[in-house]
C-alpha cells in the first residue's frame, strides 16, 4: 500500500457501508491533522433546487456515504482512535426530508417531503417562519468492524457510525475502539443542525469540510464510543423551551407520544402544518429520557425552542 501523500481526503474516496476489505486511501500517524470532504446524506443526488419527489429516487444502499477510510499507523485491536473535531467548513446549503417508512412517526407522516435551507455561520432559514442556530457535526463517524462483509452504515454500531451524537462540534473528541489492524477510520453525514433524537430521520443535510485531528490510544479495550465535550459546547442561544412528555411502559411509545404532543402544540399556536412542525422537530428540538427508574411506566420529554420563530 503506497502512502498518498495528503491531507485532505476528498469526496471522491468515498464508500456505502462499513466493509474492512475496502483498500484505505491514506495511511495517517498518530498526531497528524486531515480534512475530510464529505458528501451530505443523499450521495448528492439532492441538490438546492431539488423538489420532493426526490425523495423517492435516494436508494438506501447509497444513502449517507462516508469518506475514507484512514489506516491509522499502529492501529491493532484493543486499542482506540480518538479523534479531534477542529474545524468545519459549511457549504451553506442543506435539507431536510421525510422518506416513506422511515422515522419516529412513520405511521403518521408517509411522505415525502422536503426542505431545503439556505445557512450562514449563525442561523439557518426555514422558509419565512423559524430561524434556527446553526452548529455543524458529524453524524457519522467510526472504524471498520472485525466481522468480514459489508454492513450498512444506516445503524449507528459499536465501533461508531451512524451515531447522530449532536455534540461532535468542533472541539470535541470522540474515542473509536479499533477492530481491525490500522482501524479504517471514515468519516461522513455531516449536519448543520440537528435536535437530539433527529426524529423525523434527518437534520439540515449538509455537505461539507471536517478537518479533525487524529490520536491513537493504546490498549484502551472500549466496548462503545465515548467522547469529550468543551467547556462552551453545551451552551445555547435558544430560550423559551416548551416540553410535551409521554408517559408508558414502553420507551418507543412514551417518545412517539412526547413528539406528537408538540407537532400538535406547533401546529394549534404557531399555525405551521404537521410535515413542517415534523421538521423543525427533527432539526431543533430534543428528545430526553426525564425518568426510567419508577416501573411499570417511563417518563420521556421534547423540548422544543419557541424562541427559533422570533
Known sequence: MTDLGFKTIHSHHHHHGWDNSIEPVYRAKSGETITFDVIDASNGNITPDSKADIILECAVETANPTTGPVFIEGAEPGDAVKVTFDQYSPSGWGWTGIFPEFGLLADQFKGPDLRIWKYDDRQALYSDMAKVPVRPFTGTIGTALAEKGRHSVIPPRHVGGNLDIKDLVAGSSIYLPVEVAGALLSIGDTHAAQGDGEVCGTAIESPMSVTVKV????????????????????????????????????????????????????????????????????VCGDLKISEIVDLPNYVVSFYFPFSVFE
Request: glycine fraction near 8%; proline fraction near 4%.
Open 215 to 282: 490520536e491513537l490510544m493504546k490498549g484502551e479495550n472500549l466496548k462503545f464510543p465515548r467522547f469529550d465535550i468543551p467547556d462552551n459546547a453545551l451552551v445555547s442561544s435558544l430560550r423559551k423551551y416548551t416540553a410535551t412528555t409521554g408517559v408508558g411502559p414502553c420507551l418507543l411509545t412514551a417518545a412517539q407520544d412526547a413528539v406528537s404532543g408538540m407537532i400538535d402544540l406547533l401546529t394549534k399556536q404557531q399555525g405551521v402544518n404537521a410535515e413542517d412542525a415534523y421538521m423543525l422537530c427533527s
